[in-house]
């Protein structure tokens, strides 16, 4: 079954702190695995997105990775910001030129405090 | 370039009535997805749309239909509305996956609040 796994499901920092949120994977034939950021009310908007030889991606103060062996990904936030207090939801796309399936992972619920 | 855009931005509706909702793509998307995602849960998916026809659909009753329209945009609309119907849907717009590959990628709109009293 495809499923996303997201951890922790909520994670509370001081602003300037790093952090890490975790995404694992059980699906197939894996496309790319996406990050966003989704602010309360809002849409998700994309930070990172990695197809099956990319191992690393970075945007500003985002770092995702990708083990597609493990079947793990991460999201590496650097000197937290308050205004990154959101919702980091990983996506991953299954399928081919045949048709894909998207799967998104609940979300990890970050907030940043003074 | 316009991004995937979204009317209105927030509805409040009886138990009971009939809803529209409207999403315009991304320039040179051609498929649009819905998807309904409650407060502090992660996005249900809803169906998808490309070449005016419903190519996918998730686990979503026959009140939630829709329509795409020849410049690709496309309506969701929901009959005889229920409190649980209360969420935030979103729409996505993305290319035709054929031509995608390993690259392929959603555009989400700001959303719509519904809520359902």
């Known amino acids: 079954k495809n499923q996303v796994e997201q951890s922790p499901q909520s994670l509370i920092i001081l602003e300037g702190k790093n952090c890490t949120l975790q995404?694992?994977?059980?699906?197939?034939?894996?496309?790319?695995l996406r990050w966003y950021k989704q602010d309360t009310g809002r849409g998700p908007v994309s930070l990172t997105i990695?197809?099956?030889?990319?191992n690393t991606k970075s945007n500003g103060r985002y770092t995702a990775t990708l083990d597609a062996d493990t079947k793990q990904s991460s999201l590496h936030i650097t000197a937290s910001q308050l205004s990154d207090s959101a919702s980091y939801i990983c996506?991953?796309?299954?399928?081919?030129?045949?048709?894909?399936?998207?799967?998104f992972g609940a979300g990890t619920r970050l907030f940043v405090k003074a | 370039d316009a991004g995937v855009t979204q009317s209105p931005t927030h509805l409040i509706k009886t138990r009971g009535q009939q809803v529209t909702l409207r999403c315009s793509p991304k320039?040179?998307?051609?498929?649009v997805s819905w998807y309904q995602q409650a407060l502090g849960q992660g996005p249900q998916f809803i169906f998808q749309?490309?070449?005016?026809?419903?190519?996918q659909r998730g686990n979503f009753p026959d009140r939630f239909s829709g329509h795409q329209f020849p410049n690709y945009s496309s309506e969701l609309n929901v009959n005889a509305l229920l409190l649980g119907d209360s969420a935030l849907y979103l729409c996505?717009?993305?290319?035709?996956?054929?031509?995608?590959?390993?690259?392929?990628?959603?555009?989400f709109g700001p959303g719509t609040r519904l809520t359902v009293t």
């Open positions: 996505a717009s993305s290319l035709e996956v054929a031509e995608q590959g390993s690259s392929y990628e959603q555009y």
């Open positions: 995404c694992n994977y059980t699906v197939s034939p894996f496309s790319n």
């Open positions: 990695m197809t099956f030889s990319e």
């Open positions: 996506v991953v796309s299954a399928g081919n030129t045949g048709g894909f399936k998207t799967i």
């Open positions: 320039s040179g998307h051609d498929t």
């Open positions: 749309y490309y070449e005016e026809e419903e190519r």
